[in-house]
């Protein structure tokens, strides 16, 4: 669990922590890159700070972390809100499931949605920009369970088949989005390098009809290394920075 002194700033020691797991985090990163052929710079680190204080955020912005990842609305718009004056160069990614009556706060702060699973979110998400007067990327999330011809997990939400392909047509033709890519968890209990494989095949579904899709946003703490061998672009990770993640508040 963090600690943070007075006034929101990191404690030294957690500063320390964080630093340490960021640096075994980017070797990592450097060294799974290097074993599948790839470059480096192809590569986003996404840390992923829900249920961690702002003060975190802070220390990993002075460590030089500029993607952030948060999954519910509220704590990320007010984290996104207190850091902005001092830290106006980081990126915040929404990536946990998305409720369209969410999308117009989400569109005000965010630089990329991971969770895009349905036409509706599309359509709300594309209100929400338009009245920020922003433009916003977006990953269609895959359910790789589902790809895989397992029962769906829906706790995590995602699209599958046929449907992938309506999602990022709807995304591609909604005008303040970018369609990014395609975005996955690797289904609990299966071989990630497996199901990594089944989004690569997803994504070359999507980019036959959309060149320009060319970002994965796959692999956390646990299976970083399958993710960027399968091609990854974006790594969402929490725990290997920040440790295990408090309860919720």
Do not use: I
Request: glycine share 10%.
């Amino acid at each position: 669990m963090s600690s943070a002194a007075p006034g929101g700033e990191p404690g030294p020691r957690r500063a320390a922590e964080l630093g340490a797991r960021l640096e075994l985090l980017r070797g990592r990163v450097t060294a799974a890159a290097a074993a599948a052929g790839r470059d480096r710079a192809e590569l986003t680190v996404v840390v992923v700070t829900k249920f961690f204080p702002a003060a975190d955020v802070r220390a990993l912005a002075d460590l030089g972390v500029r993607d952030v990842g948060e999954s519910r609305d509220q704590e990320a718009a007010a984290k996104a809100a207190e850091l902005a004056p001092e830290h106006p160069a980081l990126r915040w990614h929404f990536v946990g499931q998305l409720q369209t009556n969410k999308c117009r706060s989400v569109a005000r702060y965010a630089a990329a949605v991971h969770s895009v699973d349905r036409p509706r979110l599309v359509a709300a998400l594309a209100a929400g920009a338009t009245a920020a007067g922003r433009e916003l990327d977006c990953f269609v999330q895959v359910d790789l369970a589902r790809e895989l011809g397992e029962d769906a997990d829906p706790a995590r939400g995602g699209a599958a088949g046929d449907d992938v392909l309506r999602v990022a047509d709807a995304v591609a033709s909604a005008g303040p989005l970018r369609l990014a890519g395609l975005m996955a968890v690797a289904p609990r209990g299966q071989d990630p390098q497996r199901a990594f494989a089944a989004l690569v095949r997803a994504a070359g579904r999507v980019r036959a009809g959309h060149p320009g899709a060319v970002h994965l946003s796959a692999g956390m703490s646990g299976d970083l290394e399958a993710a960027v061998a399968a091609g990854a672009t974006h790594l969402r990770v929490g725990s290997a920075v920040l440790g295990t993640r408090p309860a919720a508040r």
